[in-house]
Every structure is written in structure tokens, then in C-alpha cells.
């Protein structure tokens, strides 16, 4: 238990990565706000967390919405006060199709959600992590599709790049101000969108499965144990770095 008086945030908390994060976050002690743009997903998920009662408390947010995201830290800012530790991961693949068939709306949401939305609640965290005399950590959910190029994807693999050079440029804007900034770049991991991804293929997690060094696909509390030690003090010297966690995949 690091501490029982610090606040995290997770965006897109409703499944995944997110809640498993948010659940991380909750059995380390912080009190975690649990965000997602869907209520009842959010709701129910925050409640499975242990709710209010237990440290975990839903707040609706649409992240690509710059309304929606104002509204959710001047929540924050009237129930607890402060933030200290951030995982934006809210975000969407979009869909699959190569650069020429990829249409305008597809690029937009993507963009709209995995990078400006991102970039609008990194600038409303630095905001008040400025104001804290401990100031605080953030950590951006990239991709490795954020590391190399993938074919197929490319909003997705656009606005991935743009979280990596985006977290790059805000850890070297602030690392003299006691705030930290990262990011995480899982691989195939077992998520509700590596299921759409990998599609009803009978032969696509096969096929995903041979391109993994470790020989399996990796889980969501993987991530989540990389995201909470990024932002401990354990990790205190850790500025600016996309991290891999994708079982050696980018490795090769």
C-alpha cells in the first residue's frame, strides 16, 4: 500500500487495460476515479472495484469532447482536490482497412479520441499536478503500433506515434517540476479490442500466437502492474519513456 491519501485517474476504465489499471490502482491505495464514456459499463465496473465504499468512484467522460472533459476534472477538483497519478488510456481502433480505404470519419474518431483526447486531459492534469507541491505522474497508453509501423491501421498507428512524441515533449517540459510523464506500449494483449481485431478467425490468434517471443498474448494486469510502478516513486528516474510491454515483441 504506497499511499491511502493520493488520487488516480483512469480514462476508458470500463474494461480491458482501464479496469484493470483502476483495480491496480485501488488495491495500491490510491483513491481512483474510474472514467469512461460508457455510464453503465463505467458504473458497473467501478462498483465491481469495490465503489465508493472501497476507493473506486465512476465519473462519465468523453474524452474526445472538450466539454466533457473539463466537466470531469471540475469534478475531480470539488470531490477529492487533487490528482496525482494519471493513465490515459481511453481509445479506439477504428477500423481495419490500408491508407487509401481508410475514409476521413474513420481517421477523425481515431485521432479524436486515442491523441486530441488524450492531449486534453494531459494539459488539464499538468494543470493542477503544477499547483501540488508533490506534483505528480502520468502515463499515456501508446501501442507498439506507437514503436513500428503496422499495415492495415494507420489513424490507429498515426495517433500512436503522436502519444509517444507527445509524452516525450511534455517529460521534457516538466521533469524539472516533479511531474513525470511515460508512456506504456502493450503488444497483444487480452482485450475486448484484440477480439475484434483478431476477428472470428479460427486461425488468427494462431497466427498471432507464432509472432509472440513468450509464446502467449499478455493480460491486462501486466499492464496494469507497468502503469502503477511507472508511477511510484520506485520509478522515480523514469522520464519520457515509451515501454514496451509486449512479451519481446518489438524486440526482434
Known amino acids: 500500500m504506497e499511499s491511502s491519501n493520493k488520487v488516480a485517474l483512469v480514462t476508458g476504465a470500463a474494461s480491458g487495460i482501464g479496469k484493470a489499471t483502476a483495480r491496480a490502482f485501488v488495491a495500491t491505495g490510491y483513491v481512483t476515479v ?8 463505467g458504473d458497473a465496473a467501478a462498483r465491481e472495484l469495490g465503489g465508493e465504499a472501497g476507493g473506486c468512484h465512476f465519473l462519465r467522460c468523453d474524452v474526445a469532447d472538450p466539454a466533457s472533459v473539463r466537466t470531469l476534472f471540475a469534478q475531480i477538483d470539488s470531490r477529492f482536490g487533487r490528482i496525482d497519478a494519471a493513465f490515459n488510456n481511453a481509445g479506439v481502433e477504428g477500423l481495419q482497412a490500408p491508407t487509401d480505404e481508410c475514409t476521413l470519419d474513420n481517421w477523425d474518431r481515431v485521432m479524436g479520441i486515442n491523441l486530441r483526447g488524450l492531449f486534453l486531459c494531459m494539459q488539464e492534469e499538468i494543470r493542477r499536478m503544477l499547483c501540488q507541491k508533490e506534483g505528480g505522474a502520468i502515463v499515456n497508453c501508446a501501442s507498439v503500433a506507437g514503436l513500428v509501423g503496422l499495415p492495415g491501421i494507420p489513424a490507429y498507428t498515426a495517433a500512436k ?10 517529460a521534457l517540459e516538466y521533469a524539472t517540476r516533479k511531474i513525470r510523464v511515460n508512456a506504456v506500449c502493450p503488444g497483444a494483449i487480452e482485450t475486448p479490442m484484440l477480439q475484434r481485431f483478431m476477428g472470428e478467425s479460427a486461425g488468427a490468434r494462431e497466427a498471432m500466437l507464432a509472432t509472440e517471443p513468450v509464446g502467449r498474448i499478455g493480460t491486462p494486469d501486466e499492464i496494469a502492474n507497468a502503469v502503477v510502478w511507472l508511477c511510484s516513486e520506485k520509478a522515480s528516474f523514469i522520464v519520457g519513456q515509451a515501454v514496451a ?4 515483441w518489438t524486440a526482434r
Do not use: I
Open 34 to 41: 474510474a472514467a469512461d464514456v460508457n455510464a453503465h459499463e
Open 245 to 248: 510491454v509486449d512479451g519481446g
Open 161 to 170: 506515434h503522436g502519444v509517444v512524441g507527445l509524452t516525450r515533449s511534455a
